[in-house]
């Protein structure tokens, strides 16, 4: 199984790009900041920084490390649902279905050992310029050198590891029981971890009004909270896709035609593809407007009062503001790479259409709207996760349901979603029109 495992990555390597990407660009978030945990304990370390240092590994690293799962498994599953012939044709001749599972394992096992190491020199520069930044807002003392150690490697390796191992393992389950025939698997076990992660972000949400206003950890529950949450609805996110489907699909058709049609037809056929590219783009909102806004709330506040702002809350906003920005980068560049492949497979779908009786300009407008769908039902739930942790943390902090800030943050977050996905999906499936469409059925037959 290793020899056919690395036979198929030499042969055709572009399939896996989409998850060694995810896979390098984890890696590199996760070492970077777990690097902090080896300068931490570095020789000749004051209490203070070892203590910024520490609590930017550990809170930082945390966001990093659930949101490289996400990536690595939601570009993984997309990688072997389009591999359902090749899984069908092995089985056909002879391969079990215990052989196709350990081949796809060792497969992308490889590319997670290839991608980590890839990211050891980009991590080192990542760290170091991480460190930098807490030395010129004066959370870290200028004497303090960088260590990029054995912590940082570990992490890097067990989680990118264990993700790629994990999601491999469970999408080719799925895919080899559909291809012998039979149903594929109900679930469970994504449903209970669906429902545990609603249920501790409902709980830590709670937790809030336990706090003082003045408390230190005051924006840490409603954060992991929010962050909880989206997770909840990132993992239910083919069930709620096909509600909100339900809900819509008759304004779709009435507003758009044949394209709107085709639009929802397709979508409650691949919803469960499409959850690959939902998981992304409501974590991305969730997170980024739920930190976004308490830290504008903290923030207000502290001004409001005339408090001198301590090194506490220095730490606070530097961390929530590369918090944000690391979301923004990897969620973005996850949802791209995510909708790229996904878009790229469907060439052949685009030329059944099209030999069907539909023109390129409906089958754009179906992708189009397939977007805007997609942007709406990510908006709608991630804001929902935000909204739990921030209008607690709001009424905790200020007394006030709604922050003041206005719509503005939550409109640019939005904006940058809605961005990714149209501008990426119409223009992957522009350049797969340019195929003929007999020539794009028969080259993906």
């Known amino acids: 199984m290793f ?19 995810s ?39 945390g966001y990093g490390t659930l949101l490289v799962f996400f990536a690595i498994a939601s570009t993984l599953t997309v990688n072997v649902r389009q591999r359902g012939e090749e899984i069908a044709l092995l089985r056909r001749t002879g391969a079990t279905p215990a052989q196709i599972k350990r081949m796809i394992v ?15 020199l980009p991590a080192r520069i990542g760290g170091e310029q991480l460190l930098n930044v807490f030395k010129d807002t004066d959370q870290v003392a200028g004497s303090v050198d960088f260590v990029f150690g054995p912590i940082a490697l570990t992490a890097g390796v067990s989680v990118g590891l264990i993700a790629a191992i994990g999601a491999s393992f469970l999408a080719v389950r799925r895919a080899t029981k559909a291809a012998a025939g039979g149903a594929e698997p109900g679930g469970r076990g994504r449903n209970i971890a669906g429902f545990a992660a609603l249920a501790l ?20 529950a409603p ?7 989206s997770v909840g609805f990132a993992v239910f996110s083919p069930v ?23 639009t929802v037809h397709n979508m409650r056929r691949r919803a469960a593809q499409l959850s690959g590219v939902l998981m992304p783009l409501i974590l991305f909102i969730g997170m980024a407007t739920a930190t976004l806004y308490m830290q504008a709330v903290q923030n207000d506040e502290l001004d409001t009062s005339g408090i001198t702002r301590s090194v506490d809350d220095k730490s606070l906003e530097t961390l929530n503001f590369v918090v944000v920005g690391i979301i923004v980068v990897f969620a973005c560049i996850m949802l791209i790479n995510t909708l790229y492949a996904a878009t790229t497979y469907r060439t052949r779908e ?40 921030a209008v607690p943390f709001s009424v905790v902090r200020v007394d006030a349901v709604l922050p003041g800030q206005g ?16 501008v990426t999906s119409v223009g992957t499936a522009y350049h797969a029109l340019r195929t003929p469409a007999v020539e794009a059925v028969s080259l993906a037959a």
Not at 3 to 21: D, E
Not at 209 to 214: G, H, R, V
Not at 380 to 388: D, H, K, V
Not at 412 to 420: E, K, S, T
């Open 3 to 21: 020899t056919l495992a690395m036979r198929s990555i030499v042969q055709r390597p572009g399939r896996l790009i989409a998850t060694l990407l």
């Open 23 to 61: 896979a390098f660009l984890g890696s590199v978030i996760i070492m970077s900041f777990n690097s902090m945990h080896d300068t931490a304990g570095g020789a000749n370390i004051d209490d203070r920084s070892s203590e910024t240092l520490t609590t930017a590994a550990t809170v930082v690293g």
């Open 106 to 120: 060792v497969e992308s096992a490889v590319v997670a050992v290839v991608s980590m190491l890839l990211a050891i």
């Open 201 to 220: 972000g409902i709980g830590s949400v709670g937790s809030t009004f336990a706090f003082d206003k003045t408390d230190d950890a005051l924006m840490a």
């Open 223 to 229: 954060a992991y909270g929010a962050i909880l949450i």
């Open 240 to 262: 709620l896709l096909k509600f909100l489907l339900g809900k819509l699909a008759r304004p779709i058709t009435l507003l758009t035609g044949a394209s709107g049609y085709l």
């Open 350 to 389: 685009f030329g059944q259409q099209r030999l069907a009786g539909a023109t390129p300009s409906q089958v754009l407008r179906m992708v189009a709207i397939e977007s805007l769908v997609l942007t709406v039902t990510g908006a709608f739930f991630g804001t929902l996760a935000a909204a739990a942790g």
């Open 407 to 422: 719509p503005g943050i939550w409109l640019a977050i939005v904006g940058i979603g809605a961005a990714a996905t149209v």
